[in-house]
């Protein structure tokens, strides 16, 4: 019981947050997207998405680039190798945890 | 399907929904078949020459992944990305088994298997049935359906190759003695082009573009 939780308490919270998790997922998943793409895909508003955005970068999970398709501009976000090794271990974590929960 | 699969298989179905890589393919594909016919039917030296540039033009579309890919991404700049957002675009296409190398089913991103090969199928199937009137039907019929049921968990499941053949094989008997492989092809590709129209006129329909700016997002300098 004590080691479950642990296991909780030790779970990434910057990845935890729901609106933080699905970015990185979609990430994890699409390889590269933009601004518009995550905000979409997302449903958040401009603010918000910036403000999680930011967070991860931060956190060094998301790297954040200006890049030019043709004349348009466009804010790509991907996610980094800690990001995804950080991910890849709250997964697990999370997977750990329901895991033995529904055994019970 | 895991979570990576599921938005991987997102974004990669999202190449496909302003209809652009339909309406392309289809425009070159109609292209491509009009070339053959005109070439075989008419044997006037300029319209063979017309014929040879459209077929020509056809498979350089087809065939250099390259190519197309930057006509569609000149043409999504323009279209797709201010309105929706840009992401990665599909992988190629990298056949991990015999039944999907026929197909192209593990990738909808690469059109030379979804347009050349329900025809190479197609093709000889009318010389060995064309005697008898259902042989060619239910040949076509059967291919169309093993085609579509050996791709059914691609990411954007077309039934693309299925209606091909089985316009072709409309087409094969609506026009007697037509060549059959081009007659075919430019219906197929009429078909995939005014399905990419419809798809990109409800796109454009559904996603006005914003007027909000384009950089909502800002970003330290690194």
Request: charged letters at 20%; glycine letters at 12%.
């Amino acid at each position: 019981m004590k080691d479950r939780i642990k296991e909780l308490a030790d779970l990434d919270r910057l990845i935890h947050e729901p609106a933080r998790l699905m970015i990185v997922m979609i990430l994890e998943g699409a390889g590269e997207a933009d601004f518009l793409y995550l905000q979409r895909e997302c449903g958040l508003t401009q603010g918000n998405l910036s403000s999680h955005l930011a967070k991860l970068e931060e956190a060094g999970y998301v790297e954040i680039q200006k890049a030019f398709k043709g004349k348009y501009p466009l804010t790509i976000c991907k996610l980094t190798e800690r990001g995804r090794a950080a991910f890849a271990g709250y997964s697990q974590r999370m997977i750990g945890v329901l895991g033995n929960r529904r055994r019970k | 399907m895991d979570a990576k699969e599921f938005f991987g298989r997102r974004a990669a179905a999202y190449w496909f929904m302003d209809g652009l890589p339909e309406l392309l393919f289809g425009v070159a594909m109609a292209l491509g078949g009009g070339g053959m016919v005109l070439t075989r039917l008419l044997h006037v030296r300029w319209i063979g020459f017309v014929g040879l540039g459209a077929t020509l033009l056809y498979w350089v579309l087809i065939c250099s992944e390259g190519v197309s890919r930057a006509i569609l991404d000149w043409l999504k700049q323009r279209v797709t990305y201010p309105r929706t957002g840009y992401v990665t675009p599909p992988a190629r296409f990298q056949p991990d088994a015999p039944i999907k190398l026929l197909d192209a089913g593990s990738n909808v991103s690469h059109f030379l298997q979804h347009t050349i090969v329900p025809f190479l199928v197609a093709a000889p199937l009318p010389e060995v049935m064309m005697q008898s009137r259902w042989g060619a039907a239910v040949g076509l019929a059967t291919t169309a359906a093993w085609l579509y049921w050996a791709n059914r968990g691609e990411e954007h499941p077309y039934s693309i190759r299925s209606v091909l053949v089985l316009a072709g094989l409309g087409l094969a008997y609506a026009i007697s003695g037509a060549p059959f492989m081009g007659a075919s092809m430019m219906l197929g590709g009429f078909w995939l082009a005014g399905r990419g129209g419809y798809a990109l006129a409800r796109y454009l329909k559904t996603h006005p573009r914003s007027q909000d700016g384009e950089d909502p997002m800002p970003v330290r300098a690194s």
